[in-house]
């Protein structure tokens, strides 16, 4: 009897072996390659402002595959105190963390983010925001990374605020001033097919505009450069149209204004210094943005956004 129990008991922890192998290798990725980054780290982290170094020669931040939480060591934990000493004692100056994931990752939509490079720049951001620093003071980019490794997934830029071109937009990716692609629409249509990541996010504005029954949401449709600059201002404006009779369908009744500032305000070039084309580029810039806000607030940007396109249309 004695030797039937242990037997069974040999036979649990070798399944429960097995189970946890499975697990951590197979479902999570954390075994070999994985391993060795978090085991291997480059010492190429910087902090870049234009072509200046701020800082450089700190270890490169680390994440496991399909994870958007970063593996913090005590040196990515002195670069952030000192990113954030920085931002304080330079309050001129803000930031943009420019995150990357996988090609293995590319079809992995975390929360309200339609990707993981995006879920993991906030996560950083929150990092340095329990830090002191304000969250509209940071702006997120993403990228697609040719490292399957992904050791060096991470880029950290200062940047004037007070000095951008007024044709040009930094996205800040918070609730309120949230941004989704044009993957929520098909190839050069006005038709919305909102994906999972939106779809979280309009439920989440529903319950906000209920509660506040003062605010109201701005929606701004936006182009790449391909095409004439009218016809680019109509398909923005048809998009926003568009993303706003979906709210409708949810039975949002707060007020809901739709702009388009077609190919006026690109975050990327649309095309290479050498003057080819940039597909990456072109592509975050066909968005709307979606933009919760008071009817004050709302009509100071609304005389930016007019001083914008009469600008642009007095240089065409």
């Known amino acids: 009897m004695r030797f039937l129990s242990l037997f069974i008991f040999l036979l649990f922890c070798a399944y429960a072996l097995v189970a946890r192998w499975y697990f951590v290798c197979q479902v999570r990725g954390l075994c070999g390659e994985a391993q060795q980054v978090e085991d ?7 902090l870049l402002e234009g072509d200046a170094v701020i800082l450089e020669g700190y270890d490169q931040f680390a994440f496991d595959s399909a994870s958007y939480r970063p593996r913090l060591n005590a040196n990515n934990e002195a670069f952030l105190d000192t990113v954030a000493a920085i931002l304080k004692a ?24 339609e990707n993981l490079g995006l879920a993991r720049a906030d996560q950083v ?34 940047y004037d605020p007070n000095n951008i071109p007024r044709d040009f937009e930094k996205v800040v990716f918070t609730f309120r001033n949230m941004t ?6 098909e190839y050069n249509s006005d038709v919305f097919k909102p994906g ?22 701005r929606i701004v449709g936006h182009t790449d450069s391909i095409a004439s600059a009218d016809y680019n201002l ?13 709210f409708r369908s ?3 009744d707060a007020k809901i204004v739709v702009e388009s500032m077609g190919e006026e305000r690109p975050v990327a070039p649309n095309s290479n210094p050498n003057g080819t084309d940039n597909p990456e580029g072109r592509q975050k810039n066909r968005r709307v943005n979606f933009i919760l806000t008071t009817p004050e607030e709302y009509e100071k940007e609304l005389e930016e956004n007019k001083k914008i396109l009469e600008d642009a249309s007095d240089l065409n």
Do not use: C, W
């Not at 309050?91 to 983010?113: L, Q, W």
């Open 40 to 46: 291997t780290r480059l010492k190429t982290l910087k």
């Open 90 to 113: 330079r309050p001129e100056r803000n930031m943009t963390i420019t995150a990357f994931y996988r090609d293995s990752e590319k079809d992995i939509r975390p929360g309200f983010f």
């Open 125 to 158: 951001r929150k990092l340095l925001m329990q830090r002191g620093i304000e969250q509209n003071r940071i702006s997120l980019d993403h990228g697609l990374s040719e490292d399957a490794r992904l050791r060096e997934p991470l880029l950290f830029s200062l």
């Open 180 to 185: 989704f692609s044009d993957a929520n629409f």
């Open 196 to 217: 999972e990541p939106f779809k979280l996010y309009a439920d989440s504005v529903k319950t906000y505009l209920n509660l506040n029954p003062e605010a109201l949401l």
């Open 234 to 246: 109509d398909l923005g404006m048809r998009r926003a149209q568009s993303a706003r009779d979906y």
């Open 250 to 252: 949810l039975g949002v």
